[in-house]
């Protein structure tokens, strides 16, 4: 016997894919026409008065094209417009600021400025002198450092938590959650308080400072991450009479370890930029140095700082232009995150 | 032949039972203990990082505490002295406090509607491909520092902050938080908050974002069925749904933006005083105290700000600790 089945294409009544033509465009036109109209006659201005404008009329002639159907529809007209002018207009600032800091940074940036450090150049000297080597280096320490410290403890967090599920795994959760939420100030003071006092600014201070901040974002990310590998092969790992350790070691770990890298890049990028805690861990130097300890080291962050508080036109410039190379580096760092957990779920 | 389960033999005169079954007990080995040992030893690294946080600021600011008593909370007089004048040192963090309440609860209300839309958006209104790429750059909008969030905010923002904070002035001058003594609208906690807001809009947007995707399908297709427009399904049933993961969620906003440090100090002009004025150009935070006068303190005002520090980092814990709880209650009740 022989039966036909047709499958019902699913239909879905709440898409108006019709509205382009007979609606949304009518609505876009007469809403800017009447958003010129606002900005000509009342005291809005400029490229935001212009937008605010605009949504206010955009609201208003989509809730009248709604109402033509009936009061449902206006209402749901206006919900729409309100809820992406709220997405819209929260990334409004990000793309200003991803703007800002290349456009005003582009005027610092020369050849010079990846080699050369500010041991004979002063903030307010043109910009064609000094640069930020001493910075970039600098920050790269103190970020391996932290990594050194924070990444074993964070994947050994987030093994306990998956992998021995001990008793206290839920304590553990909780800790890390606390710890992800402590300021990075009173990190800075806490690692000033143990390590800095009496014995003065360190770029390994910075690294300890750091590596609190960046634990709770690598273990909760690994932690994740090791919850994606398939119960199956732990339990296979383990009736071929492998121990837990060479499940762990050999099995759980290697299998997660593009996501691991993952976790780690994340944690770096969550601190790379941080500036509070070191202010009093590993201060700033304007000269090139990879000494550890005893000494201040200079990092991108700081030295924006630095130049932010000098205050004067070619200073800030530089600041600016520190902010799109630690902007970059940022970017840089997450996307090799992004890639390695691309590949990782491919 | 020994079966696992018991056959019923009567018929051949034969009475089998399965085996009991076998007790297995597994033991250790030696290596895998030494390693269950050292992860735990190696887990409980949190809870030690933070038991000597609390630990050593409160050790460092006991002196403080005993010197000014309750008056630490409530004054908000800081002053470190002055040997030739005679003056006895004061600190207070009461200004500093509000100070941090006032910008952190303005930054939530300011970032709360957005935080709506933005989740809404991604979850509902757009497809799942273009979410993917919109949701990885919310993530790196995340990553951008506070520093850079300051200087913008200094730089960029606060021209038009005072201008929208005059204009506010202007019009609603009457009410009182509205109204200012001196017409400076720069530095005001007005434009410390905003870009407070910038900051915990990626976070809040996020964790309501992931509470609001798991809002039950079925009772949204049923609102459609009943001829709900997709506004009267989320209002029915996404928005009473995804309440705690949004309260949750800007919780943890709060907990951020009251440690925030470095946006603030540039954007806020500090002032020792308990003012509620938030458009004019004085404000107060904990954070940016401490990392203000951090470079020209001495022994005593060190541990004042230890102190303010304690202050912090307990606030913070608790918000954050309220926020993780209401979260994870969220999330609980629907897997």
């Known amino acids: 016997m022989t039966s036909t089945t047709s499958i019902v294409t699913p239909r879905r009544p709440w898409v108006n894919r019709r509205d382009v033509f007979k609606e949304l465009i009518p609505t876009l036109l007469i809403a800017s026409a009447l958003a010129a109209a606002i900005v000509n006659f009342t005291g809005l201005a400029g490229a935001l008065g212009s937008y605010v404008a605009f949504v206010a009329a955009y609201l208003t002639v989509s809730f009248l094209f709604g109402m033509r159907h009936d009061k449902v529809k206006a209402v749901d007209k206006v919900m729409t417009t309100l809820v992406c002018a709220g997405f819209l207009t929260a990334f409004i600032p990000w793309v200003s600021i991803l703007f800002t800091v290349f456009k005003r940074g582009a005027s610092a940036i020369y050849w010079g400025y990846f080699t050369s450090d500010m041991s004979v150049t002063s903030g307010d000297d043109e910009l064609n002198m000094g640069g930020l080597s001493h910075a970039i280096v600098g920050s790269g320490i103190i970020l391996l450092i932290a990594s050194l410290i924070a990444i074993p403890f964070g994947i050994i967090t987030a093994v306990y938590i998956t992998e021995i599920k001990g008793r206290f795994s839920g304590l553990v959760r909780i800790m890390i959650q606390s710890m992800s939420g402590v300021p990075s100030i009173v990190a800075g003071l806490f690692v000033f308080a143990i390590l800095v006092s009496g014995r003065g600014f360190s770029a390994l201070s910075g690294s300890v400072a750091l590596s609190i901040l960046m634990l709770p974002t690598v273990a909760r990310t690994a932690e994740e991450v090791l919850k994606l590998v398939p119960e199956d092969i732990r339990t296979s790992a383990y009736a071929l009479g492998a121990t837990q350790t060479a499940t762990t070691f050999r099995i759980v770990l290697p299998a997660a370890r593009a996501g691991l890298v993952t976790a780690s890049m994340l944690g770096m990028a969550r601190v790379a930029g941080e500036t509070a805690p070191l202010i009093m861990t590993s201060f700033y130097s304007a000269n090139f140095s990879t000494d550890t300890s005893g000494h201040p080291l200079a990092s991108l962050p700081m030295y924006i700082y630095q130049n932010f508080s000098n205050g004067t036109d070619l200073a800030l410039s530089r600041a600016w232009g520190g902010a799109a190379v630690l902007l970059s580096m940022i970017f840089i760092i997450f996307t090799i995150a992004r890639l390695s957990s691309g590949r990782a779920k491919g | ?335």
């Not at chain 2, 952190?104 to 300011?110: D, H, P, V, Y």
């Not at chain 2, 609603?172 to 870009?195: C, E, Q, T």
């Not at chain 2, 520090?309 to 897997?335: C, D, E, P």
Request: net charge positive; aromatic share 12%.
């Open chain 2, 1 to 335: 032949v020994g079966l696992p389960f018991t056959v019923p033999c009567e018929h051949y005169g034969v009475q089998t039972t399965a085996p009991e079954p076998r007790q297995i007990t597994a033991v250790s080995r030696p290596l895998d203990k030494a390693f269950q040992g050292i992860v735990t030893t190696g887990a409980l690294s949190a809870f030690v990082v933070l038991a000597l946080i609390a630990g050593f600021l409160f050790l460092r600011s006991t002196e403080v505490f005993r010197l000014f008593g309750f008056d630490f909370i409530t004054s908000s007089k800081w002053d470190a002295g002055s040997v030739e004048d005679g003056r006895a040192p004061q600190f207070g963090v009461a200004a500093m406090l509000l100070g941090s309440i006032i910008v952190s609860t303005m930054a939530m209300i300011f970032a709360l509607p957005f935080v709506m839309g933005t989740s809404l958006f991604l979850e509902y209104y757009i497809s799942r491909r273009i979410r993917f790429v919109l949701v990885s750059i919310l993530d790196l909008m995340a990553a951008i520092p506070s520093i850079i969030y300051g200087l913008w905010g200094y730089l960029v923002l606060m021209p038009y902050a005072s201008h929208w904070a005059a204009s506010i002035n202007k019009y609603l001058g009457w009410i009182p938080i509205f109204s200012v003594d001196r017409a400076n609208f720069d530095a005001s906690p007005f434009v410390a908050s905003l870009v407070l807001c910038l900051m915990i809009l990626p976070i809040a947007s996020s964790v309501t974002r992931e509470v609001y995707s798991r809002a039950p399908q079925d009772q949204i297709t049923a609102a459609y069925a009943l001829g709900a427009s997709r506004w009267g399904a989320i209002r029915a049933v996404v928005l009473p749904f995804g309440l705690s993961g949004l309260v949750g969620g800007m919780l943890l906003g709060l907990g951020r933006a009251l440690g925030e440090t470095i946006a603030v100090l540039l954007t806020l002009n500090l002032v020792f005083a308990v003012k509620f004025q938030v458009l004019a150009s004085a404000g107060g935070n904990v954070a940016s105290l401490i990392a203000s006068r951090f470079g020209e303190a001495g022994p005593l005002e060190l541990k004042a700000l230890m102190a303010a520090g304690l202050v912090l980092f307990v606030l913070t814990l608790l918000v954050n600790f309220g926020a993780s709880i209401i979260v994870g209650r969220a999330s609980r009740s629907t897997k």
